[in-house]
């Protein structure tokens, strides 16, 4: 059983940063790529960021590309995403996922994870 934990949401103002980090439980997480998605208040989840298993490749969303940063350190088996120039339209609450085993590229499609977290609330005052 895997268990992924979201940490560092908060309220920020409009161009402030925060930085979530995702913890796992289990040694295989670091085989495995892993991605950010968020879900805004009554809208669908959506793919934010995604990294390979060994860090090689990362993908984005389009409206983040540039302002975020999703990294990992295997060794604390963490996945970390760098949120900067926050804005109104980030307000979400961001989940992370395990993705697909040994995967270089990451896909966007939430059918591609099987473990998620719960979530950490993100809120950017404008």
């Known amino acids: 059983q895997v268990q992924l934990v979201e940490s560092g949401g908060g309220l920020v103002q409009a161009g402030g940063s925060l930085r979530l980090s995702c913890a796992a439980s289990g040694r295989t997480f670091n085989s495995y790529a892993v991605g950010w998605f968020r879900r805004p208040p009554g809208k669908e989840r959506e793919f934010v960021a995604a990294i390979s298993w060994n860090s090689a490749n990362t993908f984005y969303a389009d409206s983040v590309r540039g302002r975020f940063a999703i990294s990992r350190d295997n060794a604390k088996n963490t996945v970390y995403l760098q949120m900067n120039s926050l804005e109104p339209e980030d307000t979400a609450v961001y989940f992370c996922?395990?993705?697909?085993?040994?995967?270089?590229?990451?896909?966007?499609?939430?059918?591609?994870?099987?473990?998620w977290g719960q979530g950490t609330q993100v809120t950017v005052s404008s």
């Open positions: 996922a395990r993705g697909t085993y040994f995967s270089t590229r990451p896909g966007r499609s939430v059918a591609e994870y099987d473990y």
